[in-house]
């Protein structure tokens, strides 16, 4: 069992900048793959980022902006958001599963979500 939750939303001008944080529970923390989706208002929730056994991977339309990390001794991951759009405005969520991948039924676990808004 995997219990995520997600901090570090607010709201932001565009162009600037946001820290969202994922702590995760569980002993084996570092076997999982960790996503951040989004889902923005009348639209489905999609992929954002993963990082899993090092590797990092971004939606297009982040790459360049957004970074994920993670830090196992605190089961805890990061999204750095750089260059903030008002186009990233969504509620953001964190995921955990076994195998890396773009798909929301590629994770098992998911957090609660933390609201991001960038102002124009």
């Known amino acids: 069992q995997v219990q995520l939750v997600e901090s570090g939303g607010g709201l932001v001008q565009a162009g600037g900048s946001l820290r969202l944080s994922c702590a995760a529970s569980g002993r084996t923390f570092s076997n999982y793959a960790m996503g951040w989706f989004r889902q923005a208002p009348g639209k489905e929730r999609e992929f954002v980022s993963v990082?899993?056994?090092?590797?990092?991977y971004y939606a297009d339309s982040v790459k360049g902006r957004f970074t994920i990390s993670s830090d196992n001794a605190k089961n805890t991951v990061y999204l750095q958001m750089n260059s903030l759009k008002p186009e990233d405005t969504a509620v953001y969520y964190c995921a955990a599963g076994l195998v890396a991948g773009r798909k929301l039924d590629n994770y098992d676990y998911w957090g609660q979500g933390t609201q991001v808004t960038v102002s124009s």
């Open positions: 990082i899993s056994w090092g590797r990092t």
